[in-house]
Protein backbone atom coordinates (compact mmCIF):
# COMPACT_ATOMS: atom_id res chain seq x y z
CA UNK A 1 0.00 0.00 0.00
CA UNK A 2 1.46 2.91 -0.65
CA UNK A 3 1.35 6.19 1.62
CA UNK A 4 -0.94 7.88 -1.07
CA UNK A 5 -3.07 4.81 -0.62
CA UNK A 6 -2.97 4.96 3.33
CA UNK A 7 -3.42 8.67 3.76
CA UNK A 8 -6.78 8.95 1.52
CA UNK A 9 -8.06 5.60 3.61
CA UNK A 10 -7.18 7.77 6.58
CA UNK A 11 -8.67 10.75 5.48
CA UNK A 12 -11.90 9.26 4.27
CA UNK A 13 -12.03 7.48 7.92
CA UNK A 14 -11.28 10.04 10.44
CA UNK A 15 -10.95 13.53 8.22
CA UNK A 16 -13.45 16.49 8.84
CA UNK A 17 -15.86 16.61 6.54
CA UNK A 18 -15.78 20.26 5.35
CA UNK A 19 -19.73 21.93 5.82
CA UNK A 20 -22.01 22.06 2.95
CA UNK A 21 -22.31 24.99 0.85
CA UNK A 22 -25.61 25.73 1.93
CA UNK A 23 -25.22 24.95 5.72
CA UNK A 24 -25.80 27.36 8.27
CA UNK A 25 -22.00 28.46 9.71
CA UNK A 26 -20.65 29.65 11.55
CA UNK A 27 -22.92 30.02 14.52
CA UNK A 28 -23.83 34.00 14.73
CA UNK A 29 -22.90 35.55 17.65
CA UNK A 30 -24.90 35.91 20.92
CA UNK A 31 -25.37 39.32 22.24
CA UNK A 32 -23.35 39.04 24.90
CA UNK A 33 -20.52 38.01 23.32
CA UNK A 34 -20.92 40.78 21.01
CA UNK A 35 -20.84 43.06 23.97
CA UNK A 36 -18.25 41.58 26.26
CA UNK A 37 -18.00 43.65 29.30
CA UNK A 38 -16.16 43.03 32.33
CA UNK A 39 -16.18 40.16 34.56
CA UNK A 40 -14.92 40.52 37.80
CA UNK A 41 -17.02 38.00 39.38
CA UNK A 42 -16.90 34.66 37.18
CA UNK A 43 -18.44 31.03 37.48
CA UNK A 44 -17.09 28.27 38.85
CA UNK A 45 -17.91 29.41 42.86
CA UNK A 46 -20.25 27.52 45.29
CA UNK A 47 -23.21 29.40 45.70
CA UNK A 48 -26.36 27.41 45.89
CA UNK A 49 -28.39 27.32 42.71
CA UNK A 50 -30.34 30.74 42.25
CA UNK A 51 -28.17 32.68 44.91
CA UNK A 52 -29.52 36.32 44.02
CA UNK A 53 -26.83 37.01 46.06
CA UNK A 54 -24.15 36.18 43.30
CA UNK A 55 -25.81 37.53 40.96
CA UNK A 56 -26.16 41.28 42.45
CA UNK A 57 -22.74 40.72 42.64
CA UNK A 58 -21.77 40.03 39.23
CA UNK A 59 -23.88 42.70 38.12
CA UNK A 60 -22.20 45.00 40.76
CA UNK A 61 -18.85 44.30 39.26
CA UNK A 62 -19.91 44.37 35.64
CA UNK A 63 -20.39 47.72 36.12
CA UNK A 64 -17.88 48.91 38.87
CA UNK A 65 -14.77 47.42 37.06
CA UNK A 66 -11.99 46.74 36.02
CA UNK A 67 -10.02 49.19 37.53
CA UNK A 68 -11.47 48.30 41.42
CA UNK A 69 -10.65 46.93 44.66
CA UNK A 70 -13.05 44.93 47.26
CA UNK A 71 -12.81 44.26 50.80
CA UNK A 72 -15.79 41.80 51.65
CA UNK A 73 -16.76 40.97 54.77
CA UNK A 74 -17.63 37.41 56.29
CA UNK A 75 -20.86 35.98 54.90
CA UNK A 76 -22.14 33.31 52.10
CA UNK A 77 -20.69 36.23 49.63
CA UNK A 78 -17.20 35.64 50.98
CA UNK A 79 -17.52 32.02 51.60
CA UNK A 80 -19.05 30.69 48.41
CA UNK A 81 -16.54 32.89 45.87
CA UNK A 82 -12.70 31.77 47.89
CA UNK A 83 -12.76 28.45 49.09
CA UNK A 84 -8.70 28.23 49.40
CA UNK A 85 -6.82 27.83 47.33
CA UNK A 86 -9.25 29.22 44.54
CA UNK A 87 -10.84 32.46 44.13
CA UNK A 88 -13.95 33.66 41.23
CA UNK A 89 -12.66 37.35 41.97
CA UNK A 90 -10.83 39.03 38.84
CA UNK A 91 -9.75 41.87 41.02
CA UNK A 92 -7.65 42.65 43.88
CA UNK A 93 -9.82 41.44 47.21
CA UNK A 94 -9.69 40.86 50.81
CA UNK A 95 -11.73 39.32 52.91
CA UNK A 96 -12.43 41.26 56.34
CA UNK A 97 -13.73 40.43 59.50
CA UNK A 98 -17.43 40.35 59.36
CA UNK A 99 -17.83 43.67 61.86
CA UNK A 100 -14.97 45.54 60.26
CA UNK A 101 -15.28 45.69 56.22
CA UNK A 102 -15.71 49.83 56.11
CA UNK A 103 -12.66 50.31 58.08
CA UNK A 104 -10.48 48.09 56.10
CA UNK A 105 -12.03 49.61 52.91
CA UNK A 106 -10.98 52.82 54.64
CA UNK A 107 -7.17 51.89 54.99
CA UNK A 108 -7.49 50.38 51.36
CA UNK A 109 -8.92 53.64 50.49
CA UNK A 110 -5.99 56.04 52.16
CA UNK A 111 -3.34 53.93 51.22
CA UNK A 112 -4.54 54.24 47.43
CA UNK A 113 -4.86 58.26 48.07
CA UNK A 114 -1.27 58.47 49.81
CA UNK A 115 0.04 55.97 46.21
CA UNK A 116 -1.95 58.67 44.49
CA UNK A 117 -3.93 56.22 42.76
CA UNK A 118 -7.72 56.32 40.95
CA UNK A 119 -8.48 52.61 42.00
CA UNK A 120 -11.68 53.18 43.52
CA UNK A 121 -12.27 50.74 46.41
CA UNK A 122 -15.52 48.64 46.81
CA UNK A 123 -16.84 47.13 50.52
CA UNK A 124 -19.40 44.46 50.31
CA UNK A 125 -21.12 43.20 53.50
CA UNK A 126 -24.69 41.04 53.55
CA UNK A 127 -27.32 42.27 55.55
CA UNK A 128 -26.24 40.51 59.40
CA UNK A 129 -22.38 42.52 58.81
CA UNK A 130 -24.31 45.74 57.43
CA UNK A 131 -27.49 46.33 59.45
CA UNK A 132 -25.93 44.83 62.62
CA UNK A 133 -22.51 43.76 63.12
CA UNK A 134 -20.67 46.05 61.11
CA UNK A 135 -22.93 49.04 61.63
CA UNK A 136 -20.29 51.21 63.63
CA UNK A 137 -17.39 50.97 61.02
CA UNK A 138 -20.10 51.51 58.76
CA UNK A 139 -21.16 54.65 60.42
CA UNK A 140 -17.86 55.55 60.70
CA UNK A 141 -16.92 55.41 56.79
CA UNK A 142 -19.25 57.32 55.90
CA UNK A 143 -19.20 60.30 58.15
CA UNK A 144 -15.27 60.21 57.90
CA UNK A 145 -16.33 60.72 53.88
CA UNK A 146 -14.18 58.30 52.56
CA UNK A 147 -14.23 57.76 48.70
CA UNK A 148 -15.98 54.29 48.91
CA UNK A 149 -18.90 52.49 47.29
CA UNK A 150 -20.28 50.20 50.42
CA UNK A 151 -22.83 47.89 48.57
CA UNK A 152 -25.38 45.41 51.51
CA UNK A 153 -26.24 42.00 49.81
CA UNK A 154 -29.59 42.56 51.64
CA UNK A 155 -31.15 38.43 52.04
CA UNK A 156 -32.96 39.47 55.00
CA UNK A 157 -31.14 37.03 57.10
CA UNK A 158 -27.76 35.27 58.67
CA UNK A 159 -27.88 32.77 55.57
CA UNK A 160 -24.25 31.60 55.72
CA UNK A 161 -24.31 30.13 59.25
CA UNK A 162 -28.22 28.57 59.24
CA UNK A 163 -30.57 30.83 57.91
CA UNK A 164 -31.00 33.13 61.70
CA UNK A 165 -32.74 36.45 61.86
CA UNK A 166 -31.20 39.99 61.72
CA UNK A 167 -32.48 43.49 61.92
CA UNK A 168 -33.16 43.53 58.16
CA UNK A 169 -35.40 40.16 58.19
CA UNK A 170 -39.06 41.22 57.03
CA UNK A 171 -41.26 41.01 60.17
CA UNK A 172 -43.30 37.65 60.49
CA UNK A 173 -40.51 35.88 58.65
CA UNK A 174 -39.67 32.41 60.29
CA UNK A 175 -36.00 31.90 60.76
CA UNK A 176 -34.06 29.38 63.24
CA UNK A 177 -34.46 32.02 65.77
CA UNK A 178 -37.53 33.32 64.70
CA UNK A 179 -39.26 30.46 64.60
CA UNK A 180 -42.88 30.11 63.38
CA UNK A 181 -45.30 28.04 65.57
CA UNK A 182 -47.81 27.77 68.36
CA UNK A 183 -46.10 30.85 70.58
CA UNK A 184 -45.30 33.35 67.91
CA UNK A 185 -45.62 33.85 63.82
CA UNK A 186 -41.85 34.26 62.85
CA UNK A 187 -40.23 37.78 63.80
CA UNK A 188 -41.96 39.99 65.92
CA UNK A 189 -39.76 43.20 65.01
CA UNK A 190 -39.73 45.33 61.97
CA UNK A 191 -37.04 45.74 59.34
CA UNK A 192 -34.61 48.21 60.18
CA UNK A 193 -34.68 51.34 57.66
CA UNK A 194 -31.24 51.45 57.09
CA UNK A 195 -31.31 53.54 53.81
CA UNK A 196 -32.84 56.25 55.83
CA UNK A 197 -29.90 56.11 58.75
CA UNK A 198 -27.38 55.46 55.30
CA UNK A 199 -29.17 59.16 54.34
CA UNK A 200 -29.21 60.70 57.56
CA UNK A 201 -25.01 60.53 57.39
CA UNK A 202 -26.10 63.07 54.39
CA UNK A 203 -23.95 61.25 51.97
CA UNK A 204 -24.15 62.29 48.42
CA UNK A 205 -25.62 59.06 47.07
CA UNK A 206 -27.81 56.11 49.28
CA UNK A 207 -30.33 53.61 46.72
CA UNK A 208 -31.94 50.78 46.97
CA UNK A 209 -32.12 47.95 44.10
CA UNK A 210 -33.08 44.62 43.67
CA UNK A 211 -31.82 42.04 41.31
CA UNK A 212 -34.83 41.86 39.66
CA UNK A 213 -34.23 44.86 37.64
CA UNK A 214 -30.43 44.94 36.59
CA UNK A 215 -30.46 48.00 34.41
CA UNK A 216 -31.73 49.90 36.85
CA UNK A 217 -29.51 47.94 39.72
CA UNK A 218 -26.35 49.00 37.06
CA UNK A 219 -27.42 52.43 36.28
CA UNK A 220 -27.05 53.49 40.38
CA UNK A 221 -23.42 51.59 39.92
CA UNK A 222 -22.54 53.62 37.68
CA UNK A 223 -23.81 56.70 38.76
CA UNK A 224 -22.01 56.06 42.37
CA UNK A 225 -18.98 54.92 41.15
CA UNK A 226 -18.76 58.94 39.07
CA UNK A 227 -19.57 60.35 42.79
CA UNK A 228 -16.65 61.11 44.61
CA UNK A 229 -17.41 60.15 48.28
CA UNK A 230 -19.23 57.52 50.39
CA UNK A 231 -22.09 56.34 48.64
CA UNK A 232 -24.22 53.13 49.56
CA UNK A 233 -26.41 50.55 47.70
CA UNK A 234 -28.77 47.62 49.20
CA UNK A 235 -29.56 45.00 46.74
CA UNK A 236 -32.42 42.94 47.20
CA UNK A 237 -30.99 39.27 46.95
CA UNK A 238 -33.91 36.33 47.24
CA UNK A 239 -31.84 33.44 49.24
CA UNK A 240 -33.85 30.19 47.69
CA UNK A 241 -32.41 28.55 51.36
CA UNK A 242 -33.38 30.64 53.50
CA UNK A 243 -36.48 32.19 51.49
CA UNK A 244 -37.79 28.61 51.05
CA UNK A 245 -38.63 29.08 47.38
CA UNK A 246 -37.44 27.23 44.20
CA UNK A 247 -34.01 28.21 43.11
CA UNK A 248 -35.73 28.98 39.53
CA UNK A 249 -37.99 31.75 40.67
CA UNK A 250 -35.14 33.99 42.85
CA UNK A 251 -36.26 36.83 40.12
CA UNK A 252 -39.60 36.48 40.29
CA UNK A 253 -39.59 36.46 44.25
CA UNK A 254 -37.31 39.40 43.86
CA UNK A 255 -39.68 41.30 41.47
CA UNK A 256 -42.27 40.78 43.26
CA UNK A 257 -41.27 42.40 46.17
CA UNK A 258 -40.72 45.48 44.37
CA UNK A 259 -44.40 45.14 42.96
CA UNK A 260 -46.05 45.26 45.78
CA UNK A 261 -44.47 47.99 47.68
CA UNK A 262 -42.42 45.66 50.76
CA UNK A 263 -39.00 46.19 49.03
CA UNK A 264 -39.17 50.01 47.47
CA UNK A 265 -36.56 50.95 44.99
CA UNK A 266 -35.61 54.84 45.54
CA UNK A 267 -32.50 57.08 45.86
CA UNK A 268 -31.28 59.48 48.11
CA UNK A 269 -28.72 61.88 47.55
CA UNK A 270 -27.28 64.38 50.84
CA UNK A 271 -30.12 62.72 52.68
CA UNK A 272 -33.19 64.44 50.30
CA UNK A 273 -35.05 61.51 48.14
CA UNK A 274 -34.37 62.02 44.29
CA UNK A 275 -35.68 59.41 42.46
CA UNK A 276 -38.31 56.59 43.03
CA UNK A 277 -39.20 53.71 40.98
CA UNK A 278 -42.95 54.02 40.64
CA UNK A 279 -45.23 50.88 40.26
CA UNK A 280 -48.29 51.50 38.10
CA UNK A 281 -50.30 48.71 39.82
CA UNK A 282 -48.88 47.56 42.40
CA UNK A 283 -49.52 43.57 43.52
CA UNK A 284 -51.54 42.35 47.05
CA UNK A 285 -48.51 41.24 49.17
CA UNK A 286 -49.98 37.98 49.58
CA UNK A 287 -48.68 37.94 45.97
CA UNK A 288 -44.84 37.81 47.42
CA UNK A 289 -45.71 36.31 50.57
CA UNK A 290 -47.54 32.93 48.90
CA UNK A 291 -44.40 31.61 46.78
CA UNK A 292 -42.26 31.62 49.86
CA UNK A 293 -41.48 28.90 52.73
CA UNK A 294 -40.36 31.72 55.36
CA UNK A 295 -43.84 33.08 55.19
CA UNK A 296 -46.22 29.63 54.94
CA UNK A 297 -47.92 29.87 58.14
CA UNK A 298 -49.24 33.20 56.89
CA UNK A 299 -51.12 31.37 54.54
CA UNK A 300 -53.27 29.44 56.89
CA UNK A 301 -56.32 30.61 56.01
CA UNK A 302 -58.43 29.48 59.31
CA UNK A 303 -55.32 30.90 62.03
CA UNK A 304 -56.88 34.53 62.46
CA UNK A 305 -53.49 35.20 63.56
CA UNK A 306 -51.97 34.85 60.27
CA UNK A 307 -54.60 37.25 58.75
CA UNK A 308 -53.57 39.80 61.16
CA UNK A 309 -49.97 39.21 60.05
CA UNK A 310 -50.61 39.79 56.11
CA UNK A 311 -52.84 42.95 57.13
CA UNK A 312 -50.04 44.36 59.34
CA UNK A 313 -47.58 43.18 56.46
CA UNK A 314 -49.78 44.96 53.51
CA UNK A 315 -50.03 47.93 55.89
CA UNK A 316 -46.18 48.30 55.86
CA UNK A 317 -46.56 48.16 51.81
CA UNK A 318 -48.79 50.33 51.75
CA UNK A 319 -47.03 52.81 53.79
CA UNK A 320 -43.83 52.57 51.61
CA UNK A 321 -45.95 53.28 48.87
CA UNK A 322 -47.68 56.72 50.40
CA UNK A 323 -44.23 57.40 52.12
CA UNK A 324 -41.95 57.82 48.56
CA UNK A 325 -44.99 58.32 46.35
CA UNK A 326 -44.90 55.15 44.35
CA UNK A 327 -48.14 54.76 42.61
CA UNK A 328 -47.32 56.73 39.93
CA UNK A 329 -47.94 56.71 36.32
CA UNK A 330 -44.33 57.55 35.05
CA UNK A 331 -41.67 55.16 34.29
CA UNK A 332 -42.83 51.55 35.84
CA UNK A 333 -40.37 49.02 37.69
CA UNK A 334 -40.79 46.75 34.12
CA UNK A 335 -39.71 49.44 32.22
CA UNK A 336 -35.73 49.37 32.64
CA UNK A 337 -34.69 46.90 29.63
CA UNK A 338 -32.20 47.93 27.20
CA UNK A 339 -30.56 50.57 29.37
CA UNK A 340 -27.80 48.28 30.81
CA UNK A 341 -26.93 48.08 26.99
CA UNK A 342 -24.69 50.60 27.10
CA UNK A 343 -21.84 51.76 29.62
CA UNK A 344 -20.12 48.21 30.80
CA UNK A 345 -16.92 48.24 32.20
CA UNK A 346 -17.08 51.89 34.10
CA UNK A 347 -18.59 54.52 35.01
CA UNK A 348 -20.49 56.92 32.11
CA UNK A 349 -19.39 60.25 31.71
CA UNK A 350 -22.02 62.20 33.57
CA UNK A 351 -22.53 59.35 36.43
CA UNK A 352 -25.90 58.34 34.79
C1 LIG B 1 -18.04 38.59 64.92
C2 LIG B 1 -18.57 37.38 64.22
N1 LIG B 1 -19.74 36.87 64.63
C3 LIG B 1 -20.27 35.80 64.00
C4 LIG B 1 -19.61 35.22 62.95
C5 LIG B 1 -20.19 34.00 62.28
N2 LIG B 1 -20.77 34.30 60.99
C6 LIG B 1 -20.08 34.13 59.84
S1 LIG B 1 -20.98 34.45 58.45
C7 LIG B 1 -22.33 34.83 59.40
C8 LIG B 1 -23.62 35.20 58.75
C9 LIG B 1 -23.51 36.29 57.73
O1 LIG B 1 -24.76 36.89 57.50
P1 LIG B 1 -24.89 38.06 56.47
O2 LIG B 1 -23.96 39.17 56.78
O3 LIG B 1 -26.33 38.45 56.37
O4 LIG B 1 -24.40 37.41 55.11
P2 LIG B 1 -25.09 36.19 54.30
O5 LIG B 1 -24.34 34.97 54.68
O6 LIG B 1 -26.52 36.14 54.66
O7 LIG B 1 -24.87 36.58 52.88
C10 LIG B 1 -22.05 34.69 60.77
C11 LIG B 1 -23.01 34.93 61.86
C12 LIG B 1 -18.37 35.78 62.57
N3 LIG B 1 -17.69 35.30 61.51
N4 LIG B 1 -17.87 36.86 63.20
S1 LIG C 1 -27.43 30.12 51.40
FE1 LIG C 1 -28.53 31.69 50.23
S2 LIG C 1 -27.12 33.45 50.10
FE2 LIG C 1 -25.91 31.64 50.70
S3 LIG C 1 -25.12 30.81 48.76
FE3 LIG C 1 -27.04 29.73 49.21
S4 LIG C 1 -28.64 30.90 48.13
FE4 LIG C 1 -26.81 32.22 48.26
MG1 LIG D 1 -27.74 37.84 54.98
Not at 36 to 61: K, N
Not at 112 to 128: E, I, S
Not at 284 to 301: C, I, N, S, T
Not at 328 to 339: K, L, S, V
Request: hydrophobic share 40%.
Amino acid sequence: MTDETRLSELRAKFGRVPPAPDEPSPKPLTLREKQPRFEGLVSGHRACQGCGEALAARLVMESAGPDVMVANATGCLEVFTTPWPQSAWHVPWIHSLFENAPAVASGMEAAMKAQGKKTKVLAFGGDGGTYDIGFQALSGMLERYHNILYVCYDNEAYMNTGIQRSSSTPHAASTTTSPAGKDRMGKRHLKKDLLSIIAAHHVPYAASASVAFPADLQRKVRYAMGIEGPTFIVVHSPCPLGWKHASALTIEVARRAVECGLFPLVELERGSLSNVMPIRSPRPVRDYLEVQGRFAHLMKDKDPRAEKERDHLQALADYNIATFGLAGAAQDANDTGGAAAVGRGGPLVGGM
